[in-house]
Nanobody
Framework: QVQLVESGGGLVQPGGSLRLSCAAS???????MGWYRQAPGKQREMVAT???????NYADSVKGRFTISRDNGKKTVYLQMNSVKPEDTAVYYC??????????WGQGTQVTVSS
């Protein structure tokens, strides 16, 4: 079972930057890793995913502003958030997905974009 711990959330002004980290308890090389978010009153949505080979996929709302990356050696996934907007305010969750083993979620980290 993979345990995921997110960090790096907080309060940031519109137009600012933030980097989220997701540390895994074991090797992640076999997992598709992703970041999801859930705003109050809304469903959880995909923000970005990165495949085992490094291919990335982004929600239209964050393309060109957010970048997902992974460091398998450090068992860590990152989400670099630039030019943030108030609508980016949400709890951000890290996800590890394997068709063989299953899916795992972190506990989430709050990101608030406000002046």
């Amino acid at each position: 079972q993979v345990q995921l711990v997110e960090s790096g959330g907080g309060l940031v002004q519109p137009g600012g930057s933030l980097r989220l980290s997701c540390a895994a308890s074991q090797n992640i090389f076999e997992y598709v890793m992703g970041w999801y978010r859930q705003a109050p009153g809304k469903q959880r949505e995909m923000v970005a995913t990165i495949s085992r080979g490094g291919a990335t996929n982004y929600a239209d709302s964050v393309k060109g502003r957010f970048t997902i990356s992974r460091d398998n050696g450090k068992k860590t996934v990152y989400l670099q958030m630039n030019s943030v907007k108030p609508e980016d305010t949400a709890v951000y969750y890290c996800n590890a997905l394997s068709p063989v083993v299953g899916t795992y979620w972190g506990q989430g980290t709050q990101v608030t974009v406000s002046s």
